[in-house]
């Protein structure tokens, strides 16, 4: 987990699912996302399932963003460690092994 003044970029949870189903049902939002095709609760749970996945895989992953403020799921921050950011990439992952290594998730 990594906390600013007014977000939180965390793992994801199952009661993420739902809020990013809805954003991801809404056509004007996905137009501007791939081929535009909308999703489904389903097709979103899978995409949650293998975010996390990455992150158990690789120690790291795609974040989901929640606002410290009032606890809402502001969305998914295009925040994704790549290939040309592999020394931010691994110091995330230690980040997350020394969470994890203290039961935090």
Do not use: Y
């Not at 970029?9 to 791939?34: G, K, S, T």
């Not at 403020?69 to 992952?93: E, K």
Request: charged residues 35%; contains cysteine.
């Amino acid at each position: 987990m990594l906390e600013a003044r007014r977000l939180i970029l965390r793992r994801w949870r199952e009661e993420d699912v739902a809020p990013r189903a809805a954003v991801n049902a809404d056509p004007e939002v996905m137009r501007w996302i791939r081929d535009g095709s909308v999703r489904d609760e389903q097709q979103t749970r899978a995409g949650v399932q293998a975010w996390e996945s990455e992150w158990e895989s690789q120690g790291f992953g795609l974040f989901a963003g929640q606002s410290r403020s009032t606890g809402d799921w502001p969305g998914s921050p295009a925040f994704r460690c790549s290939t040309s950011r592999r020394r931010h990439c691994r110091r995330l992952r230690d980040v997350h092994e020394k969470n994890r290594s203290s039961g935090r998730r």
